[in-house]
């Protein structure tokens, strides 16, 4: 079984706070890294797909970063605010067989 | 409306009463696949398939089957239940280079 690992599992902050979660998975046989927002009560959407070493990408005041050479990817979130709250997860697909494991989130918590 | 389509979304069984959850996908996506959430232990592959006829097993496959017969649909079975398969099951579908569309999820309880 893989191991994609979520850093911190949970996080408060304050409205205005910016803040960022990271993800590390393995650095061989790397095809694609995705990152998902889950509410509560809800299904998880995706936010980014990531292919290549030192991709960026950027929606709104969410953006996230790709290393494959070390094998992690940081999101991160400017200005948070209330609705930001939710559960944030990455998944890592293999080159191989295109298979694509979830690590556990990062729960974050945005106090008005 | 693109959507993946789970039913039912509320199940409860009996040990041992085979069950189907459906899944069915109108974007013409290659990939679908099956997992369950269960709390502290995120999402977990059970099986993915990569286009008809083509399926492989997830990381938690035991006590389960699925088929890809067609490539809209991609049913869950559930031959024999137990409770430890009590749990949040969500299909999702994807194309190579996208991110996943998730159905709304099925939350199964086996008694």
Redesign the interface.
């Known amino acids: 079984i893989l191991n994609v690992e979520q850093s911190p599992q949970s996080l408060h902050v304050q409205e205005g706070d910016s803040t960022n979660f990271t993800c590390s998975f393995p650095s061989s046989n790397f095809y694609a890294l995705h990152w998902y927002r889950w509410e509560t009560a809800k299904s998880p959407e995706a936010l980014f797909v990531m292919t290549l070493n030192g991709d960026e990408k950027k929606k709104g005041r969410i953006s996230a970063t790709l290393n494959t050479k070390e094998g992690y990817s940081y999101l991160y979130i400017k200005g948070s605010q209330p609705e930001d709250s939710a559960t944030y997860l990455c998944a890592f697909m293999m080159s191989s067989n295109y298979k694509l494991t979830f690590g556990k989130g990062t729960l974050l918590t945005v106090n008005p | 409306e693109a959507q993946v389509t789970q039913n039912p979304r509320y199940l409860i069984t009996v040990t041992g009463k085979k069950l189907t959850v459906t899944c069915s996908q109108n974007m013409n996506h290659e990939?679908m696949?099956w997992?369950r959430q269960d709390p502290?232990?995120?999402?977990?592959?059970i099986y993915?398939s990569?286009n008809v006829e083509v399926t492989?097993k997830?990381?938690v496959p035991e006590g389960y089957k699925v088929s890809r017969k067609e490539k809209r649909n991609f049913p869950l079975i559930l031959e024999s239940p137990s409770p430890n398969q009590t749990s949040l099951y969500?299909c999702?579908s994807g194309t190579?280079?996208?991110?996943?569309?998730?159905?709304?999820?099925t939350r199964l309880t086996v008694v």
């Open positions: 990939y696949s997992y502290g232990l995120g999402l977990r592959q993915y990569m492989d997830g990381d969500f999702a190579q280079g996208s991110g996943y569309t998730f159905g709304s999820g």
